[in-house]
């Protein structure tokens, strides 16, 4: 019954609109826009013409994240071991450490010098709450916004990117592209999208209360990036 | 005091102008808005050519919108989301309370959405005994202080830190402080509770693309993504315009979105939610729903000017370009869409008669035309309707009789003006004359004599200066005597 209202209502709607597009419709199949799409990049200001690491790191620093760049899997680990030594400078004291299951993740984070009360690997949702610190991996980056790329089919990070207030990642510098264009094309290869992508810029942000600016409402209030340079994370 | 209505439009208005701390946090917050905007329009080398894409995309989609939304849902269905078709505001609360009820759900985490807004859907929730949390900040606040959205974006715009801080202190008990950051903090442990208890997570739909079945969601906070991630099921309510068709043109949305909205490059996250889960073990909603609402949107697919409306992505660009909005704020529109766009669309949705003083709610300057990241002509539509508004008042009986004197008028006026000798004599009687409707140095009809009840009705907001004793020709010619005496 439910069922046979809903088809009513699509049939409905579907005649509704069908009756008052009329004969103003344009006739025949939608016209490919693919000649009109021009190509919108950014505007070549300085900014933008250092190589795509840099510019990744001037944006991801312009909307209050941090970036570190790492050669090798050594300098991954003394990376994280300067933020956590940082954090535990601050309010934000890392004692739970919730990592992703991306391969080869979990060893790196165990080699982290500094004195973690946990780390867990894909703890629950609700567990997650707690947690202090969540370090992923991301699939891609974009260069010109400072954006992470988290394809959670990919990697179970969907959460742990989200509901700890610091949110650590690590980017293979070969996943950064330049362009958002280019980076859409990416995730559309085979015509097909993953079922949940996220684009993440910075940490979470807000400016409802007189318009000031104020990091960290929902999610993270603290983003660093680890830039990898040297061999991809999963080849390790 | 903040339900209003759009038939009290002008008393809003009067009273929104009296309200000069109102004033003072539109000033901060339109001129910021609108810098930010234009700074960010100019970190792009091709905005012009950008917002032509975005229209064309937009009109495309329009004037195909059946085959693009049954594409939409045929690739979403596909990927395991069910879709609900709601006509009007009621059916879509109905379908809303139905899933919620069977889910058993007690908490419902929502995340900001306009068209939710639209159909009252938390005041249908809340009577079914379901508690409604608003998650996104602005949002958060108004639910507090049971008041509805000023801004399309910063919906709690209208309010200062210190009105804040005294409702966080009596509503969740938090210690005074004016600090920002503190009681953005305040709101987030809250919240953090309310989105781990919660069973349904009910957002809004930015786009949803015809092509994968994708919805794309935009946001800064992560209220967006904690809705859409954590409770076992998720809705999300989209307009039957908000289809675009291809995965690629995302590129020009997210170019032009946020930049228009916030002045950002990027806001800090974007969902692309394709179907349910692929694995019952991963992270995510068991169920994703889609309410597909109409609402009046189909009728405005009728004419080419009406269609437009439907380009809107809501910014809220044109709320802070617009001298009308920029001193009398979102409130005194009366409607859930605020602004010159709230000014074509709500008498479209709610019907003319509902909402006819806010199609006139505009200087016509154009401003609200020159930000529109999609191009569309507002005044062009403010005109129309306010065409279709006069044609349905001469159609109605209660004031033929003066729009046949308004009609007569302007047909006199039009001989006078296109007769010298007419124009003349006119002006001499009119100067003579013209005491009986003078008054403290205007010209203007006291509402005790309503000698004449139209001049009356079009000075009542004007000033109209007197003529003065002798006309410019008149000046001209006795001058130009005086010089050759000379």
């Known amino acids: ?236 | 005091m903040n339900h209003l209505t759009a038939e009290t439009f002008d008393e809003n208005a009067k009273a929104a102008l009296t309200d000069t701390h109102l004033r003072g946090a539109l000033r901060n917050a339109t001129s910021l808005f609108g810098e930010r905007r234009r700074a960010a329009a100019a970190s792009l080398n091709n905005w012009e050519d950008l917002r032509t894409q975005a229209r064309a995309i937009k009109d495309e989609t329009l004037s195909h919108l059946d085959e693009y939304l049954m594409q939409f849902v045929g690739n979403a269905e596909s990927r395991g989301v069910q879709f609900h078709w709601a006509e009007n505001a009621a059916a879509a609360n109905e379908i809303i309370c139905g899933i919620t009820a069977k889910s058993g759900a007690i908490t419902v985490v929502k995340s900001k959405s306009m068209t939710t807004e639209e159909t009252h859907l938390n005041d249908a929730l809340e009577n079914t005994g379901v508690k409604v949390v608003e998650t996104d900040l602005g949002e958060y606040i108004i639910q507090l202080a049971h008041e509805t959205p000023s801004h399309i974006i910063a919906p709690a715009i209208h309010k200062t830190k210190a009105q804040i801080a005294e409702l966080f202190t009596s509503e969740l008990g938090s210690e005074p402080t004016e600090d920002i950051a503190e009681l953005t903090r305040t709101a987030r442990e809250t919240l953090r509770d309310r989105f781990a208890a919660a069973d349904v997570g009910i957002s809004g739909v930015n786009f949803g693309i015809a092509e994968t079945g994708t919805i794309l969601i935009v946001e800064n906070e992560g209220n967006i993504r904690l809705t859409t991630s954590l409770p076992r099921i998720h809705i999300a309510v989209m307009g039957i315009e908000k289809v675009i068709p291809r995965f690629a043109d995302v590129d020009v949305f997210l170019k032009l979105l946020p930049r228009s909205g916030t002045g950002q490059r990027l806001t800090a996250y974007q969902s692309f939610i394709t179907g349910v889960k692929s694995h019952p073990d991963d992270e995510g909603p068991d169920e994703v729903h889609v309410v597909v609402l109409d609402n009046g949107r189909s009728r405005m697919l009728a004419h080419p000017v009406t269609r437009q409306s439907l380009a809107c992505i809501r910014c809220g660009a044109c709320l802070n370009a617009c001298p009308v909005y920029q001193q009398i704020g979102g409130h005194a529109y009366g409607s859930v869409y605020p602004g010159p766009i709230g000014a074509v669309i709500t008498p479209q949705l709610m019907g003319l008669e509902k909402a006819a003083k806010l199609p006139y709610a505009s200087s016509l300057c154009g401003a609200c035309r020159e930000v529109c990241p999609v191009k569309i002509d507002i005044p062009q539509l403010l005109l129309h309707l306010r065409g279709e508004i006069t044609q349905g008042a001469t159609e109605t009986v209660s004031q033929p009789a003066r729009r046949q004197a308004e009609k007569l008028a302007f047909r006199i006026w039009a001989k006078v003006m296109t007769n010298p000798k007419l124009y003349e004599l006119t002006t001499r009687l009119s100067r003579s004359l013209q005491w009986i409707v003078v008054r403290d140095g205007k010209i203007r009809d006291k509402p005790t004599t309503q000698m004449f009840s139209a001049l009356a009705a079009w000075t009542s907001g004007r000033d109209l200066r007197p003529l003065e004793t002798t006309s410019f020709r008149e000046r001209w010619k006795t001058e130009l005597s005086r010089g050759e005496e000379q």
């Open chain 1, 1 to 236: 019954m439910i069922d046979s209202a809903n088809q009513n209502a699509r049939a409905n709607i579907l005649g509704s609109i069908r009756a008052h597009l009329g004969s103003s419709r344009s006739g025949g199949t939608p016209p490919a826009l693919n000649n009109i799409r021009a190509t919108a990049s950014e505007n070549g200001s300085s900014e933008q013409t250092g190589s795509k690491i840099e510019v990744f790191k001037a944006q991801l620093e312009a909307v209050n994240g941090h970036c570190l760049i790492a050669q090798t899997e050594l300098e991954i680990v003394h990376a994280l071991t300067r933020i956590m030594t940082h954090l535990k400078q601050t309010e934000l004291d890392p004692k739970r450490v919730a990592v992703s299951d991306a391969r080869g993740l979990e060893r790196l984070v165990r080699l982290i010098a500094v004195q973690l009360d946990e780390v867990t690997v894909s703890p629950s949702a609700s567990d997650l709450f707690s947690f202090d610190v969540g370090i992923t991996t991301a699939q891609a980056a974009i260069a010109e916004t400072g954006t992470l790329v988290l394809d959670s089919s990919r990697e179970r990070h969907r959460l742990i990117s989200l509901v700890p207030p610091v949110h650590i990642a690590i980017i293979d510098a070969a996943n950064i592209y330049s362009t958002l264009g280019e980076t859409l094309a990416l995730l559309h290869k085979d015509g097909n999208v993953s079922p949940i992508v996220s684009f993440v810029t910075g940490p979470s942000r807000t400016a409802d209360i007189e318009l000031t600016l104020a990091i960290g409402v929902h999610g993270p209030q603290e983003l660093y990036v680890i830039v990898n340079e040297g061999q991809p994370l999963a080849l390790v």
